[in-house]
């Protein structure tokens, strides 16, 4: 099993330029999450899906829309980017369902290093 | 609120030295308690994890941690530091019901002098 993965690792972009962080699970787990992780302020929820078919807002979501296309796969897209969205994104997943409580560990993807010049 | 609070922002201790990483929380229930190490340009690996019973719980890599209701903390402890331990530490709290969000602490960086 692979568990999480992201792709791409790296990526610089323009300010204004539009681009989909791709993530996908194959460890069936209903929930998934991405969350945007900057020095001296820990991990911050950008969006998350309990469920396939649902999606909803985190702590930071203005600038990302996300799309859960099937249980395995939930993509982040920055829709016209920004300096302030340089940061390194990361994906996981965990095993709660829509009606059980969160009751297990997240699995992490490695990570997606964005610079926006 | 419910957040959770790490006081340590860098720590730094020599090579065979104990370890404690604080971690105090503030939830409206006892939540689901998690420690998780990352190691410089690596994602997130569990180390333990706290549900309910046993307060002191046992994880990978010689780690340990204690819950302790009355002080709403969970701090991470190992009785002798390895160079190959520094990385950067996050404690977490997960929602028994309802929601489905985690929330993280801002992080510890532990530096091992040789």
């Known amino acids: 099993n692979a568990g999480v993965t992201q792709t791409p690792k790296f990526q610089v972009l323009k300010t204004g330029q539009s681009m989909t962080l791709q993530c996908a699970q194959d460890?069936?787990?209903?929930?998934m999450y991405w969350y945007r992780q900057d020095p001296g302020m820990g991990l911050r929820l950008i969006y998350y899906?309990?469920?396939?078919?649902?999606?909803d807002k985190g702590e930071v979501p203005n600038g990302y829309n996300v799309s859960r296309l099937n249980k395995r796969e939930f993509s982040l897209r920055l829709e016209s980017a920004a300096p302030s969205q340089t940061s390194v994104y990361f994906c996981?997943?965990?095993?709660?369902?829509?009606?059980?409580?969160?009751?297990?560990?997240?699995?992490f993807g490695p990570g997606t290093r964005l610079t926006v010049l | 609120a419910q957040s959770v609070t790490q006081p340590d922002i860098h720590i730094t201790v020599s090579e065979g030295a104990s370890l404690e990483l604080r971690c105090n929380y503030s939830?409206?229930?006892?939540?689901?308690l998690f420690w998780y190490v990352q190691s410089p340009g690596q994602g997130l690996q569990l180390l333990l994890k706290?549900?309910?019973?046993?307060?002191l719980v046992q994880g990978i890599k010689g780690f340990e941690a204690e819950f302790k209701r009355s002080q709403s903390s969970f701090n991470l402890r190992k009785p002798s530091v390895h160079w190959s331990d520094a990385a950067e530490y996050f404690c977490?709290?997960?929602?028994?019901?309802?929601?489905?969000?985690?929330?993280f602490g801002t992080g510890t960086r532990l530096k091992v002098l040789a």
């Open positions: 996981a997943s965990s095993e709660a369902g829509y009606r059980r409580s969160s009751y297990n560990e997240q699995f």
């Open positions: 460890m069936n787990h209903n929930s």
């Open positions: 899906s309990a469920s396939e078919g649902t999606t």
């Open positions: 939830y409206g229930a006892t939540p689901y």
């Open positions: 706290y549900f309910s019973g046993d307060t």
């Open positions: 977490a709290v997960g929602p028994r019901s309802g929601t489905y969000k985690y929330i």
